[in-house]
C-alpha cells in the first residue's frame, strides 16, 4: 500500500467531510460483486465519480474551500503563480480553485495540439512560473506525470499535485511521484469514505466488508479479480 504521510487534524476534518459529500451525491459506487477496471489497469471494487460535482454547488464550494486551505497550509500563500487542470476532469476543480485563490489558470491537454513548447497547454504560461497541478483523483500517479511533464517542457516550475480523491490503495503513487520531485496532496482517501460509510449506514454490511478486504491488500486483489499486479 502506498505510504501516506500522517495528517494533521484539519485534514482528517476535510477528509471526512468531502468524504461525505461525495457519499451524499452518490459518487461513491461500492461493487466487490463486480470489480471496476481503473484506467491504470488495477481492478478494484469501489469507484469514484469526482466528476459529479460539477453539478453540485454547495458541495463544490465546501471542497473548493477545503482546496483553497490544504494549499495555503501546505505550499504556502502567495507562493504560487497559477492552477492548472489535467484534461477533462481536472478543468472544472482547476477553474473554482484558481478563482478561490485569484490566480491565473491553464489547462494540459493528454496530447499536443499542434507545435511549440505550448503545444499542451492551454491559457497564458511564462517561463518559470510556480503552477500547481490539480486533478479529481489519482490512483498510482501515472497520469500526474504526464501533465506535469508538459507543464515543465513549457517552462513551469510544477513541483505540486493536488486532488480530490486519494485512493491510498496502490503501492508507489507518492512514492514514484516524490521521486519526480512532486509532492502529492489530497482531500480524501478511501479509509475516509468507508469510515462515514459504515458510520452513516450507506452500504450494505456485505458490501463494506468487501471493500476492507480489498484495501488489506489491493494487489493481490486486484490480481485475484483479473487486474494488474505491481
Known sequence: MSASPQRNARQQAAGQTVAKILLDIKAVNFRPEEPYKLTAGWASPVYIDCRKLISFPAARQTVTALAKAEINERIGEGKLDGVAGGETAGIPYAA???DALNLPMQYVR???????RMAQIEGELHEGEKIILVEDLASDGGSKLLFVNALRDAGAVCEHCLVVFFYGAFPGAIESLRKENITLHYLCTWADVIAVAEAGSYFPAKAIAGVRDFLKDPVAWSVAHGGKGA
Open 96 to 98: 473554482w480553485i484558481s
Open 110 to 116: 493528454k496530447k499536443p495540439k499542434g507545435f511549440g
